[in-house]
């Protein structure tokens, strides 16, 4: 199993950028996915996440501005940032949970990080 996670980059205040995080490795199912973020001197935090029947979860900080979705067929999640503050700077990773696959169950997985920078 293996979570390529892309669209990070350097943004100005206000802007958008779209994440996306795709599982690959004869997935049969997952159950829940997210977004986290970690910025320096900071713990990692949970930001977004949905499960397969689609009920999503967002952090304060976000709710209104970050939407998570997520298109099975292709085992891969998104997470559009729209109007985006100097405090969403952060390494945004992506989460995978109750993993079935060809090579066995996973209760978690993590995809490497993609740093999201948000200049004033």
């Known amino acids: 199993v293996q979570l390529q996670a892309s669209g990070g980059g350097l943004v100005q205040a206000g802007g958008s950028l779209r994440l996306s995080c795709a599982a690959s490795?004869?997935?049969?199912?997952?159950?829940?996915t997210g977004w986290y973020r970690q910025a320096p001197g900071k713990q990692r935090e949970l930001v977004a996440s949905?499960?397969?029947?689609?009920?999503?979860n967002y952090a304060d900080s976000v709710k209104g501005r970050f939407t998570i979705s997520r298109d099975n067929a292709k085992n891969t999640v998104y997470l559009q940032m729209n109007s985006l503050k100097p405090e969403d700077t952060a390494v945004y990773y992506c989460?995978?949970?109750?993993?079935?696959?060809?090579?066995?169950?996973?209760?978690?997985?993590w995809g490497q990080g993609t740093q999201v920078t948000v200049s004033s």
């Open positions: 989460n995978a949970a109750d993993i079935y696959s060809g090579s066995g169950y996973y209760p978690d997985y």
């Open positions: 490795g004869s997935i049969f199912s997952i159950n829940a």
């Open positions: 949905i499960i397969i029947g689609g009920s999503t």
